[in-house]
């Protein structure tokens, strides 16, 4: 096995030269899918030199305008960050777990890795894009760590766990992909607000909450499907307006909570 199905994601990086050293970190370990997300600075003479024999990665290196076309034909989107404390608790995973849980994933289809800006990391738009948030254990006191080093720590960990992966003789599912997921979202999101379950004026968290729910699931493209079948099913239904009904036809939003 190889780290083929491993996509690298650079969201709006600063410096051109982190960008040449993770493309350095990327080739060492055998990665080559490098996705860009607004560099402010690429081309550049900068990255060409930090590559220093990784050239290649760079020339090859796509560049999209927002997260969403970076990992349209991922199956699996893993956040990197170093903030534990959240509104909403994504799952939170080590390098080393992280590691052997994408090795796992491998054979089913590709997994995206999210690094944010290199002063304040990932937005909370760009983590609802993610199933799982990977931290790689530093210390304390001083949490500085390079971008460059950061993507070489955790291909060094995928790199491990794929050699100790056993080979996956069971049949391949079709996992959901981002886009599929994202169109799910939309879908779920205008079907709660049609059977009013859900106050467009007053959102709260509830589609961050169900984000979070379903990231923690491989979703196939045909339960995609079937859920969305069900959706399609639950817009057709008459509902009652909500001044309309008798106290046991109310039901309480979570979107209230």
């Known amino acids: 096995m190889s780290l083929n199905n491993i996509r690298i994601v650079l969201i709006e990086t600063s410096h051109p030269g982190n960008i040449g050293s993770v493309a350095r970190a990327m080739l060492t370990m055998g990665i080559t899918d490098l996705c860009l997300v607004n560099p402010r600075h690429f081309p550049d003479k900068q990255a060409t030199i930090m590559a220093s024999g990784a050239e290649h990665i760079l020339q090859q290196a796509r560049i999209v305008s927002s997260v969403q076309d970076a ?7 893993i956040g990197t960050s ?16 992280a590691g052997t849980f994408i090795a796992e994933h491998s054979t089913t289809g590709k997994t995206a890795i999210l690094f944010g800006r290199e002063s304040s990391g990932l937005t909370n738009k760009e983590l609802e894009s993610c199933q799982y948030l990977l931290s790689i254990p530093v ?17 060094y960990e995928c ?3 794929l050699e100790q992966q056993p080979v996956n003789t069971q049949q391949r599912r079709e996992l959901a992909t ?18 009013r379950y859900m106050d467009p ?6 589609m961050r909450k169900l984000r979070c729910l379903y990231g923690r699931i491989q979703l196939t493209k045909s339960e995609v499907n ?12 008459k509902f009652i307006p909500r001044n309309q009904r008798k106290p046991a036809d109310d039901t309480r939003s979570l979107s209230e909570d």
């Open 178 to 195: 981002a886009k599929d997921m994202q169109n799910y979202y939309r879908h779920l999101e205008k079907t709660l607000i049609d059977i």
């Open 159 to 161: 790199a491990v766990a």
């Open 201 to 206: 004026d007053k959102p709260r968290l509830l």
């Open 82 to 97: 170093a903030r534990e404390q959240r509104s909403v608790p994504w799952p939170l995973m080590s390098a080393r777990e």
């Open 139 to 155: 210390n304390p006191d001083f949490r500085s760590l390079n971008i460059a080093s950061a993507v070489q720590v955790i291909a």
């Open 226 to 237: 079937l859920l969305r079948g069900i959706l399609s099913a639950a817009q057709g239904i």
């Open 71 to 77: 990992i349209a034909d991922c199956t699996l989107v």
